[in-house]
Each structure stands twice: as C-alpha cells, then as structure tokens.
C-alpha cells in the first residue's frame, strides 16, 4: 500500500508542474544621452538625442534605438567609438545610418578592432567599463556633432523577440518578419518598446502587447502606437494599460513580461487575429503541437520488495515524464493503480 500511495503522489506532483516554468530572459541595457558639448572639442548645435542599447542574454548580439532632433544636416553616418570620455577613439562598432528613430542589431561580424580591443567580447567589456561612446557626424560636423558617452542602465532589464508567423495561435503561413525589443526602467513604471517588421501582406492595422503564454492566445494588456510604419517606437506607462486576464495593474503587466506570459502581435487585414507574434523574451523554437502524440505503454515490471503489492508499471525517467507522452502514461498508470487499491 505505502508503495501505491507513493507512486500516486509522484504522479500528482509532476501534474502539479506548470506547463512553462521558463521566466523571460532579460539582458543588460545601456544607455547615452547626446549632446554637442560632449564632442571633443565641444560643437555648438541645437540638437538633442539619446540611445538605447539592449545585450542579449547570450551576449552574441546587441539591439539599438537611437533617437536625435535638431542636426544641422542630414546624418552622415554613426559609430560606437572606444573612448573614455574627454578624449576621442577609434570606431569598434558602426550604426546604421538613417533618419530617427534608427534601430538595428550589432553581432560580431560588424565589430571592428581597435585601440587594443581586438575582440567582440572585449568591445563588451569596454562598454561595462564606460570607455565606449556614440558619434552622430554630419557633413558640417565631420568628426561629430553629437556625442554621448553609453553607461549601464543599472536596475534596467531588456527583452527581445523575434516576430513570426509560426508563432501565432494558429500559426500563420507567410514572408513576413520582424523583431522586438522592451525595456523596463529601473523603477518599473515605465516600459520602452522598439520593432520593425518586413514583407507583411499589408502595413499592420494595429499591434498589441498581449498577455499570455507561448502557444496560447490572450487579452490585450497596452497596444502600440504607431504601427502601419517600420519601425515603430514608443513608450507605455499605466495610462496605457488595459486589464485583461487578472492582471490589473502595471506593476502586474511588468511582472507578466518578466515572467514571459506576454507576446507582441501584430495585426493585418488579411489576418486580423495577428500576421506576426513574438513571446517577449522567450525562445519559441516551432508552433505548439495541435494534437496529442501517440502514448506507448513502457513494459511492466514485476520486481518488488513488498510481495503483497501487485506488479506495477515500470516508471520512466523524469525526462520522459516531462514529455506529452510521458504524461499520458502517467494517466493510465493512475488508472491501474486505483483499480488495485
């Protein structure tokens, strides 16, 4: 009997697991503000701009947001230089240029060699330091007309996603991509989001912050503004927050992305439930299966200790027990067992 009882609260005990018990994966954030009078020597301009880095949790690539207003001409081009700052350096990391907001992504085949740092970690190292700042050059400005030194944004957290089709809830065939960046502040009420998307069937009609878990649709928790265009930025903050699902408060919509429930989903007249979608900092390898594999019944054994205790099933390993299949068998064990006891 002891041995049945024990088999039983096994079985409860898996079934007691969540589904996902995976938390969102966050990564640094660094962050500059830009400004003439940071250049060496200082350029008198009136314009203004700041940027926002996100490292992946990995730390084999970083996501961009650069902003500026105000340049005295069109940009010419942008860098992340190795410098400290009051003094100048070479490039180590080149910007897309482009009108604001420029957004990107830097791996390490962009980066290149300087002043000593020979390596993409190393250039990850020389940020941590505070030895990196941003250039902005224009043609009146060559050597740069807006400058600002990147620092960790400590208490920060990023998360990134990719956008897919084969992510939505059913999974939607298609050309269609993008990406997703969010970042929550240090003091948690405030929330920064970047995305771009590419080969839609159409300019998006809206897109959401959804709450919910991979493989599973749910309310909108903040919708985005801006879309239609690529790429889109903004900012949330609880004036924007729609209950949904339980969560009620923004702090709640904060911890629902730390704790990976949420997506981004992106909405389209050919396909209004959403064309492309992303878990915020979740990895979502393939769709979720629809429908449940085949269960094989490992064979039993009649090894026992206790010579009254009919033969039970043999009990596979926990890794198969965490697989849909090992979970059916755990049903049908249960069954055999309650029918003995």
């Given amino acids: 009997m002891r041995r049945r009882i024990g088999i039983l609260a096994l079985i ?7 589904a996902t018990a995976k938390a969102a994966a966050s990564g640094e954030v ?19 701009g700041s940027a926002t880095f996100v490292l992946s949790p990995d730390g084999t690539t970083i996501r961009y947001l650069v902003q500026y207003s105000g340049l005295s001409d069109a940009l010419a081009a942008a860098h992340i230089h190795l410098g400290a ?13 482009g009108p604001s907001p420029m957004v990107g992504i830097l791996d390490a085949s962009d980066f290149l060699a300087t002043g000593g740092v020979t390596t993409f970690s190393g250039a990850l190292e020389a940020i941590r330091a ?31 996603t990719p ?24 003091a948690g009420d405030a929330i920064t989001y970047w995305l771009t998307d590419s080969a839609m069937t159409s300019a998006p009609a809206a897109g959401h912050i959804h709450l919910g878990a991979a493989g599973s649709n749910g309310g909108i928790l903040f919708p985005l503004a801006g879309v239609g265009t690529s790429p889109v930025v903004g900012t949330l903050t609880a004036a924007n927050l ?41 990895t979502v390898s393939a769709p979720p299966p629809t429908t449940t594999p085949a269960v094989t ?17 043999f009990l596979p390993t926990l890794t198969v027990l965490a697989t849909a299949a090992g979970l059916g068998w755990l049903l049908a064990a249960a069954a055999v067992l309650r029918s003995r006891v």
């Fill in 12 to 18: 409860a005990g898996l079934f007691a697991l969540p």
């Fill in 30 to 48: 660094w962050t500059a503000t830009l400004s003439g009078g940071a250049e060496v020597p200082p350029v008198a301009t009136s314009a203004t």
């Fill in 85 to 97: 700052a009051g003094s100048n350096g070479g490039v180590m990391l080149p910007l897309a240029a």
């Fill in 130 to 160: 505070g030895t990196t700042y941003i250039n902005l050059h224009t043609a009146a400005n060559p050597a740069g007309e807006l400058r600002g030194q990147l620092a960790i944004a400590t208490g920060a957290q990023g998360f990134s």
């Fill in 163 to 186: 956008l897919s089709g084969t992510q939505e809830v059913p999974p939607v065939a298609g050309a269609a991509t993008g990406d997703a960046t969010v970042v929550i502040n240090a």
């Fill in 242 to 282: 729609t209950p949904t699902g339980g969560v009620t408060t923004f702090s709640g919509a904060v911890d629902a992305i730390r704790a990976g429930t949420t997506y981004i989903n992106l909405h389209t007249a050919a396909n209004p439930a959403g064309e492309l979608r992303g878990q915020v900092g979740v």
């Fill in 297 to 313: 019944v490992p064979p039993t054994s009649t090894a026992t200790t206790d010579p009254a205790a009919p033969a039970v099933p």
